[in-house]
C-alpha cells in the first residue's frame, strides 16, 4: 500500500516545520503521505511532535515552514472551520450545555442544513454508535465510554472524509478501551473514511492501523504497516519502543555476504543483520526480539551459553532472564507446550538465534 | 505572677477612677473650628481645673446625640450644635436642661442673660459664636467684581459655575434675597407657597451651573481648585484659607445668614457636672474673645467684642472679619429657626425632588 | 457491557430507602436501625453545630436583630400614643369624622400641660409635623401656654392659633394616636393621607422617592451592564493567559480592592472634574474649548463612572474563575466542527459562561443598589440614589421612621427582584468560583 500512496495522496505533509518559541523546532522536516481510505497512527512519546501534527492539520496550529495538503489542496491557509475534517479530542469536548441531539445537531446546523435533514442525520449517527435513546441526555449524564460513542458520531454526522482522533480511548478503562478499538475500525471499514489517529499506547496502533508513523523527536522515525514495523524496527528508538527487544553493544568487525560480524562486550562475536549499522570500526546495538531465541534444541552460529537468572511462570509462556554475552536482562520467551525444556534457576543452557532475526541497528 | 495581677488591676481601676471625675468629653465639627475651641477653651479650662478634655469630631453632632440617647449610651458631654438642632434636641427631651444663671457674668457685672446677644440662651442649649453663610469668590477666576447676593445668582454677568450648600435651609433664603426681597420679610415670604415658588423659580435660573456641596471644607476647596467662581460658604472657613493659606478668597457680606452654634449637654451625659463647668469656663467674656483670634467666627456675648484683637498670625485684625461687624451687618439676616423646624422636612423634601428632577 | 447500564444514583437511593422504610430493619442488639443510626449520628451532628454556633449568633446579633429592628421603627409611631393620653382616649370614643367639640379641645390643652410638664412637646409635634408641615411650632408654642388657658378651650387655642381648627390636622392627630402606622410608607412611595383619610398623591413638586428607586433600578442596571462589558474581555485575557502572567494581571485587577474607597473616589474626582485631567487634556488637545468643559463630575455620569470602576472586580472574579474550567478544546470542537470564530463564541463559548455572568451580574446590581458614599460625593444633584436619601433621613432630617420605611421598601424590593432572578436564571446557576 506504501508505495501508491506517494502519487495520489489524500493528505499530505510536504517538509513541514513547527516552532512554537523561534527556539525549538518542535516538529522538524515532516514528510507523510496517507492516502484515501487509510487508517494511519501517529504513535510516539509526549513531546514527540504527534499532536502538534495533528493540530495543524486541524487548523488549531498553523505550520511555521511547509505545506499541509489535503486531496491535493494546500490548507495552510484556510481556517478550521472550513476544513471540512472531523475530530475527536482527548476529553471528547461535547458541549455540557447542549444534549446529545443538540451537540451532533451542531455541525449540520452551522451547515445550513434544514430541520428535517438534520434530524434524519443525527438519528443515523446516532444509531451507528448504539446511542439513539440518549438523544436527550446531556453529557454529564453520560458515562465515559457513552460520552466517547456520542464524540465519534459528532466527528461523523457531517460525514467527512478525514476524521483526526486526539487519543479518543485514553481515559477509558482497559477493558473498554479494547472494545472501542473494534468498534472504530469497524466504523473506519464501513464508512470507507480515511483516519488519523493519535496515541502514546503502541499495542492501540498495532491493532487498529494500516500504517503506524512512529515520531520521535520531532520525526517520523519510521512508517510501516504494524507486522513490519514489529518485525523489522528501521533503528534502536522504534526497536525499543514497539515490543520487547534484547540489546547487544559491539562494534562492526566485518562484513561477510549479508550479514554482519559484530565483536561483542564480552570480547566475543555474533552474526547479525545489518539494517543499520556502520562501516567497520564503528558501534552498533545488535536488537533480538524475545521470541525469536531458542533454548537449547537447535544451533546456529549464534549458539552461546547462558545462565538461568530469573523464571517467571505467565501461564502460556515462561518469562526467562537470562546472561547472554554480559547482559543481564536478556529476555526470552518459552512458550509453556510439550516438549520443551524445564528450566531451573542457575543453570547454563545453550541459546541461539538467527543472524537474520539479530538486527544490527544504530547505537543508541 | 498573682501580685502582678492585682497591682495592674489596681492600676486600671485607678485609672478608671481618675477617669471617671477628671474628664469631659467635648463632640465639635472638626477641622479649623476644632482647632480654635482647643486652645482658647479645653487648654485652659485644663490648666484651671485639671479636668481632661477628650476632644471628638462629627460631621454634625447633632446625629450621635439622638442615636446615643436613645440607645442608652451616651459617651459625650458637650456637644457643638445648630440652632435648629438644639431646639429640636430640647423639645424631645434629649439634651439636660441647662441653669443660665450658672453662667459667669460680664466683667462689668452684668448679667449673662444681657450680656448674651437675643436668643444666644435657650433652655438647653448656651451659644458660644455666631456664624454665617456668606458669598465667596475667587478674585483670580471671576470676572469682576460680584458686590450683591443677586450677583451670585447672575450668571450673565459674572459666568462660571457656583457652589452652593445640598440643603434648603441658607439656599431658598438667598435666592429670595437675591430676588429682591428685604431681609426682614424673607421668613414671611417664605412661609407662604407662593413664595417657595419664587425662590425654587428663582434656583431654577442657576440650576445648570451649581455644583453641590456638603461638608464645609468643601467650598475653599472648590474655589481654589477653580472648579466653581462663586460659593456659599461657612464665613470662617474662607476667613481661614484666604489669611492662613493665602488663597485669593474674599467674602461678600452681603445678605449674608447669620446662625448661633450651640453648646448642649446630651440627656445622661456620664460627666455631666463637669460638663456645666466646661460650658460655664467656656462662654465667659475672655474665652469668647479668644476664640475669635483663632477662626472668625463672632463671639455670643456683647461683652466680648470689645476684646477681641488679633489674628493668631499678629497682623490680621480680627474685627473685620466678624460677621457682627457693623459693616458687614447692613443686609444680613439672622436665621429662623422656629421657621425652620417647621418646615425642614417638608421644604427639603421639595428642595431633594427639585434636585432629582 | 457496563456503560451501557446508565449511573442512575436515585435507582441505589430508592432501594436502599424502601429497606429501611420496612422497619423491619434492626441491628444485632434488635434496637431498629433508624434509631441507631441517628444516635451514631447525634454526636457528629452536636459537633457540626457547635462549629456553626459562633456564626450563627454573630450573624443574628449584628444582622438579623438589627433588620427586625428597622423593620419594627417603620411602622412603630409611639410619641403621640405615649405622650397624648386624653386626646388617644377621645379618638377612640369618637368615630372619624367627629366634629371636635369643647371635650375634645379640653383633652387637647390637658395633653398640652403635660407636655409641658414631661418636657415632650418637641416629640409629639415633631411626628404630627412629618405629616403636616408647620405644625411643630403649633405644639411647642401650645405647649409652652397651655397652663394659663380659661374655658372655653376651643376659642382660647383659636386664637393662639387658627390651625387648630385644620380638619387635616385632626385627622393627622387620630391617625398619630395609633401606636402603629404605614404612613411612613405611604409618604416613602410619595402618598400622603387627605383631610378624609383618603391615601392621595402628594404635591408634584414634592414627588421624590418613586422616582430615586427608578434612578437607582436603572443606574445600577447601567453599572451592572457596563461591569459587564468591561469585564468579560478581561476575564477571558486572565482566563487564557499562562498563570505567570493572568496572576500579575489579577493583581492589577484587584489593585481598586486594596485602595480605601474614598481614596478611589476622590481620584475619579481629581480625573474627571470640569477642571480635572481629563478636561485638561482634552483643552489642551484641542477637542472642547475651555469655555465648554465636559461636566463629567456631579452629575450621573461620575456616579455610573466611579461606581462601575469601583464594582468591577466583582463581576471579573466569578467570570474569570467560571472560564478558567472552560475547557479551550469546546471552542476548537466547535471550529472544527464548522463554526465560525463568531459562532463558536456564541453558541459554545458564551453560554458556559452565564453562570459567571449571572453572580457577577447578581453581585454587582446588589451592591449598586445599596451604594452610598460614592454617590454622595460625585453624583451631584442627579446621580443621587435612594440609598442617599436614607442617609440623609438617618444624619440630616433625623426622621429615622422614614430612614426605616426607604430601607424596608429596598430590601423588599431586592428581594423581589432576586425572587425574579431566581425564575429567569436560576439561583442554583450561579457560580461564583
Known sequence: MASDVSDNAFVEFDRVQ???????????????????????????????????????????????????????????????????????????????????????????EVRGLDKTAREEKVKRALEMVQMGEFINRRPAQLSGGQQQRIALARALVFEPELVLMDEPLGALDKQLREHMQFEIKHLHERLGITVVYVTHDQSEALTMSDRVAVFDDGRIQQLAPPADLYERPENSFVAQFIGENNKLDGVVEGFEGDEVIVRLADGETCRANPVKCGDVGSETLISIRPERVWIEGKTTPNTTEAQVLELIYLGDHVRCRLQVHGNDEFIVKVPNSAGHKHL????????????????????? | MKKILILTTALAGFAYAANAEEVVTVMSWGGAYTKSQVEAYHKPFTAATGIKVISVDADNPATPIKAQVEAGNV?????????????????????EPIDASMLPPAPDGTPAIKDFIDGAIQDCAVANIVWSTVVAYNSDNVKGTPT?????????????????????????????????????????????????????????????????WEAGAQPPQLLADGEVVMSTAYNGRIFNAAISEGQPLVVLWDGQILDFDLFVIPKGAPNKDNAMKFISFATDTQRLADQASWISYGPARKSSSALVGKYIDGKTDMAPHMPTAPANMSNALVNNFEFWVDHDAELNERFNAWLAS | MSENVPADPHVAIVTTAGGVEDGALTISDGTPLKRALARAQSHARRKAFLLVLPLLAFIILTFVVPIFQMLYRSVDSPNFHDNMPNMVAWFAQNPSGTEPDETAFTALVEDLKLLKKNRKAGLVGTRINYELPGSRSLFTKGARKAAKLEPPYKEALLKIDPKWSDPKLWQVMRSAASPYTFNFYLAAVDRT???????????????????????????????????????????????????????????????????????????????LQSQGVLNDAMVALGIVSDDHRIQMMYNKIGTVVAMTHILLPFMVLPLYSVMRTINPSYVRAARNLGATSWTAFRRIYFPQTVPGIAAGALLVFILAVGYYITPALVGGADGQLISNLIAFHMTGSLNWSMAAALAALLLGGILVLYWLYDKLVGIDNLKLG
Not at chain 2, 459617651?75 to 439634651?95: M, P, Y
Request: charged share 20%; proline share 5%; with cysteine.
Open chain 1, 18 to 108: 513547527k516552532s512554537y518559541d523561534g527556539e525549538v523546532l518542535v516538529v522538524k522536516d515532516l514528510n507523510l503521505q496517507i492516502g484515501k481510505g487509510e487508517f494511519v497512527t501517529m504513535l510516539g512519546p509526549s513531546g514527540s511532535g504527534k499532536t502538534t501534527c495533528l493540530m495543524m492539520l486541524a487548523g488549531f496550529e498553523t505550520a511555521t515552514n511547509g505545506d499541509i495538503r489535503l486531496a491535493g489542496r494546500p490548507i495552510n491557509n484556510i481556517p478550521p472551520h472550513k476544513r471540512g475534517i472531523g475530530m475527536v479530542f482527548q476529553n471528547y469536548a461535547l458541549f455540557p450545555h447542549m444534549t446529545v441531539g443538540e451537540n451532533l445537531s451542531f455541525p449540520l
Open chain 1, 344 to 364: 531451573v534457576v542457575g543453570e547454563t543452557a545453550k541459546v541461539s538465534w538467527d543472524a537474520q532475526d539479530a538486527r544490527a541497528l544504530d547505537p543508541l
Open chain 2, 75 to 95: 459617651t459625650i458631654d458637650v456637644a457643638d450644635v445648630e440652632f435648629s438642632d438644639a431646639v429640636r434636641l430640647c423639645d424631645e427631651g434629649l439634651l
Open chain 2, 148 to 212: 450683591s447676593i443677586a450677583d451670585f445668582f447672575d450668571t450673565k454677568k459674572f459666568p462660571g459655575k457656583r457652589g452652593l450648600r445640598k440643603s434648603a435651609k441658607a439656599t431658598l433664603e438667598m435666592a429670595l434675597e437675591a430676588d429682591g426681597v428685604p431681609a426682614s420679610e424673607v421668613y414671611s415670604v417664605l412661609n407662604t407657597p407662593e413664595g417657595v415658588d419664587r425662590a425654587f423659580a428663582k434656583l431654577d435660573t442657576i440650576k445648570d451651573d451649581i455644583v453641590w
Open chain 3, 193 to 271: 393621607r387627605d383631610a378624609d383619610g383618603k391615601i392621595v398623591r402628594v404635591n408634584e413638586n414634592r414627588r421624590i422617592y418613586l422616582k430615586l428607586f427608578g434612578r437607582t433600578l436603572v443606574l445600577s442596571l447601567l453599572i451592572t451592564f457596563m461591569t459587564f462589558i468591561l469585564a468579560y474581555p478581561i476575564a477571558h485575557l486572565l482566563a487564557t493567559l499562562p498563570l505567570r502572567k493572568s496572576n500579575l494581571l489579577m493583581i492589577l485587577v484587584l489593585l481598586p480592592f486594596w485602595t480605601s474607597l474614598l481614596v478611589r473616589t476622590t481620584s475619579w474626582m481629581v480625573l
